[in-house]
């Protein structure tokens, strides 16, 4: 898996504290990548030593990891809607996170309020991580300070279905983007996500307005998910190499 940011060690840190939030009882969301694979690993030992808990995958890899550490599953579908559990907390990655110790916001061009907002879908999952992410009582992010940003200016996931490519490229276009076909790292021809679907990766520069631009990937035609999650964190815990830092 595409994997970015900073460190391993500040990327433990965060998934660890993050999963240190999970209760006796919790159903779990387990977000996709390498700061999340952290805390699935940290939710893994706890259920090793007694912890009753049931997590919810957002991909086929948080599923592989989470079934190799022994974490009783619930499938999506079971957990959220009528006479389903419910999600308790999320824990999942970013590629991008607004905060306002990204540096000096108002040089950036951002205002003195961060919008609560993140980049994510760098590992194509962000379809069913923002189902997992939405639907949970708590959805906490884990980062390293690599992904600290005053302004979103990440190219933007956007997952789309094979046969509305062109009409999605040009919609991406209208809006000011500039829309990639997402390439395999180690195979010829496109990324394929886990709902069979292509991903364009969207540079739009910097981000001025999230919730505009979600508000109108959203209502594409063809569009089956995009990797702006606007006024869904609850929680941002950053790792660095000697410490973590919760963001609310
Ligand atoms: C997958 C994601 C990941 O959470 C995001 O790409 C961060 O990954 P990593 O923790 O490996 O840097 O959104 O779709």
Redesign the pocket.
Known sequence: ?????GSDAA?RRAGESAAAEVTDGDVVGL???????HAIRRIGERVDAGLDVRGVP??FASRELAADQEIPLVDLDRAIGPDAPGIDLAI????QVVTAAAGDAERAGASADPVNAL????????AR?KLVDAAADRFLV???PA?ETPVLDRAV?VEVLPAGRSVVAEAVRSAGGEPMLRAAERKDGPVVTDNGNLVFDCAFGAIADPTALSTTLSATPGIVEH?LFVDLADEIHVGTETDVRVVT
């Open positions: 898996m595409k994997t970015s940011g990327k977000g996709t990548g390498s700061t999340a694979a957002t991909s999942d990655g970013a590629d980049v994510k879908g760098g590992g194509a999952a962000h991580e884990v980062a390293d992904k996931p990797g």
